[in-house]
């Protein structure tokens, strides 16, 4: 028997013979291919063996038989069309917005309390306190707990120089307003207990105790505003921040899905 | 719908035996097969003509090799389990190999050709099914497995190989009348010239 390289006369080794014996088997070579490979069988009887196990392996496979459906694989409605695509395509856009409203509002929120608070004041405190720490009053605390006091030792404050009474229907208007909505009415002897701090009232005149508190009051409340601004702000911030994040989750997902159901 | 339909009746049995003989498990092969359906008629825009029967094989194949895929990632049972059991659905024999005789197959036969085919690596499986059995020529083989003419031929030819391996081993399973054949490829003699 000859070896696999060498070559009969007609020019083809056993190893060619062999890697076209499927596609000889098949008639999927050209006139001249057969013909070749059809001279060397006839001098190659290892060849021509191996060539009969192939047809007769070609034709056992072709006899098996096909099997049955075990059930129609019709289609009972149209398939909907995957939504697959738009939805990542929602899902994406709504996460490119979200993720800028965190950003826009991660901006604000780190603007804002510049803009709106005044030097000294707490203002993510109490905010009741603010009056009473940003005005001519030097209190310094704004987490007292009697937070109605110190709000209320304004009008107190006020008429202190003052008989009782005398001054504090005119400074109260300018604070009542805000230490009645919150604090019940102070007792007069607020100032000794809250401001320790606190000048003696004797050394303030009334009119300007009056005018600066007024003053105070309307920051204070721009305060209040501004307070409630920011933390309103940071919690938008803290909610765009999680949608972002969740969207951001589900477009992957969908993407993902969108993937592996592509034919 | 209907005029798919009528392609799906057409087709549907080509494309649930390609997909059993490749996943060798009815369930996975009918999911196979129904999912490839929903993708031919969602896609139905991409056909842009030729044989309808190649580019429907082609998406059992794509469905197939992904299944396969996971399958290789979560190993489960074997892959050698194929439906020609006893208790399995009586299998429709149809004459799928045009021109010689058909060689009448015993289920121990049947069964041992399907493992053979279990043997052979993927893409080599598939050559053999979409020609021997499909009865496929290499170009809808080329355009179903989207590889060349050459790469058919190869996969084919050493499929066939690996198969007449497979069967020479299990000589005692073949009919008397072609069980010499592989005989003398057992004793390793070469044959005596046939003249």
């Given at each position: 028997m000859t070896s696999g390289n060498t070559r009969p006369d007609n020019g083809i080794t056993h190893e060619q013979v062999l890697a076209e014996a499927a596609s000889y088997l098949d008639g999927e070579l050209s006139r001249e291919e057969s013909a070749r490979i059809e001279a060397h069988l006839e001098t190659c009887p290892s060849c021509r063996q191996v060539l009969a196990t192939l047809r007769v392996t070609r034709q056992l496979v072709r006899s098996m038989p096909q099997a049955m459906v075990p059930r129609p694989f019709t289609l009972e409605q149209a398939p909907r069309r995957s939504a697959l695509p738009a939805l990542f395509f929602y899902l994406r856009a709504a996460t490119g917005l979200a993720a800028a409203a965190f950003v826009a509002l991660f901006a604000a929120t780190a603007t804002l309390p510049a803009a709106t608070s005044t030097p000294g004041a707490p203002v993510l405190q109490q905010p009741r306190q603010a009056p009473a720490a940003t005005?001519?009053?030097?209190?310094?605390?704004?987490?007292?707990?009697?937070?109605?006091a110190p709000a209320a030792t304004a009008p107190a404050r006020a008429a202190a120089p003052t008989p009782l009474g005398a001054q504090a229907p005119k400074a109260a208007p300018a604070d009542a307003a805000r230490a009645a909505a919150t604090t019940p009415p102070a007792p007069t002897r607020a100032p000794a207990v809250t401001?320790?701090?606190?000048?003696?009232?004797?050394?303030?005149p009334a009119p300007a105790v009056t005018a600066r508190e007024a003053e105070a009051a309307k920051r204070a409340a721009e305060t209040d505003q501004g307070d409630s601004g920011v933390a309103l702000l940071a919690s938008l911030q803290a909610a765009a921040g999680v949608l972002t994040v969740s969207l951001a989750i589900a477009t992957a997902a969908v993407w993902l899905a969108h993937r592996r159901r592509s034919p | 719908m209907q005029a798919f339909n009528r392609l799906v009746i057409r087709h549907q049995q080509a494309a649930y035996d390609l997909a059993l003989r490749m996943l060798r498990d009815q369930d996975s092969a009918a999911d196979a097969t129904q999912d490839a359906f929903i993708s031919a008629f969602t896609h139905l825009s991409q056909f842009r003509g030729g044989s309808f029967k190649a580019w429907l094989l082609r998406i059992v194949l794509n469905q197939v090799y992904n299944r396969l895929r996971k399958q290789r990632r979560q190993p489960s049972e074997s892959l050698e389990a194929m439906s020609y059991d006893e208790d399995a659905p009586v299998l429709h024999i149809?004459?799928?190999?045009?021109?010689p005789e058909q060689v009448a197959l015993s289920k121990e036969l049947m069964a041992c050709i399907e493992a053979g085919l279990g043997t052979l690596p993927p893409d080599q499986r598939a050559a053999v099914i979409l020609s021997d059995i499909q009865g496929m020529g290499y170009d809808e083989i080329a355009s179903v497995t989207g590889t060349s003419l050459g790469t058919v031929k190869s996969r084919l030819s050493r499929g066939r190989m690996a198969m007449r391996g497979y069967l020479a081993d299990h000589v005692e399973l073949l009919p008397p009348s072609i069980r010499h054949y592989f005989e003398r490829i057992e004793s390793g003699k070469s044959a005596p010239s046939d003249g």
């Open positions: 005005g001519a009053l030097e209190r310094p605390t704004a987490s007292q707990p009697a937070a109605g401001s320790p701090t606190a000048p003696p009232p004797t050394a303030l | 149809h004459d799928t190999a045009p021109g």
